[in-house]
């Protein structure tokens, strides 16, 4: 299994501009999560989707930021517009039915 | 809510030696515990769990010990090797399928 593939692995923007971020979970599993990690704040669970619904998006820090799930294969967290205290590196995981969730690389966004 | 805290932002230890990485929480409804790794540039990655009906689980050279009682968990790895260097983070789930992870420590493995 390729496991948990995010892209770009890199992403450099300037402030305003839209950005995509883009996941594809493990095959078989029904639950993505999108996470943030700064070293000021560390990991925070942005939003979940649990069978491409979703669940819980309180971590989502405001309006410029939204997220979806089309299919059990592909989901998407956008910017728009970008600001640079959105700079950070941007995970995407999934889990099965168990609790373990398990990690793509990370997307490093820098917003200048 | 939750929270998960770390008792050290930081630990070094002399190779070969036995690292322990502690962790307390808050929650005392939480009944799953995991510690992930996180090497630079990369995502965290699983490396044991724990069920709160358990107070000790090992694996490859990691040990997780549970103390229900005073709310801390700890992780154990023996015989540290320089590819053990990374940062360390205690999760709990915190509702439904949601993890609260705390802020990390970062061992690093002195030759």
């Known amino acids: 299994d390729a496991g948990v593939i995010q892209s770009p692995r890199h992403e450099v923007t300037e402030m305003g501009q839209e950005v995509t971020l883009r996941c594809k979970p493990i095959s078989g599993h029904n639950s993505l999560f999108w996470y943030r990690q700064t070293m000021m704040r560390g990991l925070e669970l942005l939003i979940y989707?649990?069978?491409?619904?979703?669940?819980?998006d309180s971590g989502m820090p405001e309006d410029r930021f939204s997220a979806k799930m089309p299919n059990a294969s592909f989901s998407t967290l956008k910017i728009q517009p970008s600001e640079p205290r959105d700079s950070a590196v941007y995970f995407c995981?999934?889990?099965?039915?168990?609790?373990?969730?398990?990690f793509g690389p990370g997307t490093r966004l820098t917003v200048t | 809510g939750e929270s998960v805290g770390l008792h050290l932002p930081t630990l070094s230890v002399q190779e070969g030696d036995n690292s322990i990485i502690n962790c307390a929480y808050s929650n005392s409804a939480s009944d799953y515990f995991i510690w992930y790794k996180q090497e630079s540039g990369k995502g965290p990655q699983f490396i044991i769990d724990?069920?709160?009906?358990?107070d000790k689980r090992q694996g490859q050279r990691v040990t997780v010990l549970l103390n229900k009682t005073v709310k801390h968990l700890s992780l154990q790895i023996a015989a540290t090797q320089p590819g053990d260097s990374a940062v360390y983070f205690c999760a709990l789930v915190g509702g439904a399928q949601k993890l609260v992870f705390g802020q990390g420590t970062r061992l690093t493995i002195n030759p």
């Open positions: 989707f649990n069978n491409n619904v979703p669940i819980d």
């Open positions: 995981a999934s889990s099965g039915q168990a609790y373990e969730q398990y």
């Open positions: 724990i069920r709160s009906n358990m």
